[in-house]
Each structure stands twice: as C-alpha cells, then as structure tokens.
C-alpha cells in the first residue's frame, strides 16, 4: 500500500512538513514529486515587494503622503 507524506526538498535534504513516515531499519524507495515551479518562486521576497512598491505612492513628501492616507475621506472611505 502507498502512503504520502508533505515534504519539502532542500538541496539534498528533505524536510518534513507534516507527519514524518515512521522510521524503519531497511533502505526505501521512495519517488520524489516536484511542482512545475518552486515554491519560493512563487512567494516574492520582502525585498522584491518593497522594490516594486518604490514610488507607487508619488513623489510627494513623506508627512504629505502619511496625512492623505492617514485621513480616511480623502481615500474614499
């Protein structure tokens, strides 16, 4: 009987992430089933937001931007 367990591939290693199969003494085999596309790929870096979002708000000064979002009519709430 098959069973599967969620785990995630690093490198060489792979990390479980949920219940782990139980241990047993004799090599296994196993098959490795990977997404199309990565995880990570799919999840942008904090670093990669913030560039993106780099002059979303205007060229404006930084007290004029925080006063227009801070009032909440002038953003049509």
Avoid at 19 to 29: G, K, L
Avoid at 34 to 47: N, Y
Wanted: proline share 9%; aromatic share 2%.
């Amino acid at each position: 009987m098959l069973h599967s367990y969620e785990a995630q591939l690093q490198g060489n290693q792979v990390i479980w992430l949920g219940t782990a199969p139980p241990p047993q003494s004799n090599p296994r085999r196993v098959l490795v089933v990977l997404d199309e596309q990565p995880a990570d790929a799919a999840s942008p870096t904090l670093t990669d937001i913030l560039r993106r979002a780099r002059g979303a708000l205007g060229h404006g000064k930084r007290e004029v931007i925080l006063a227009e979002l801070a009032n909440p009519v002038r953003m049509g709430r």
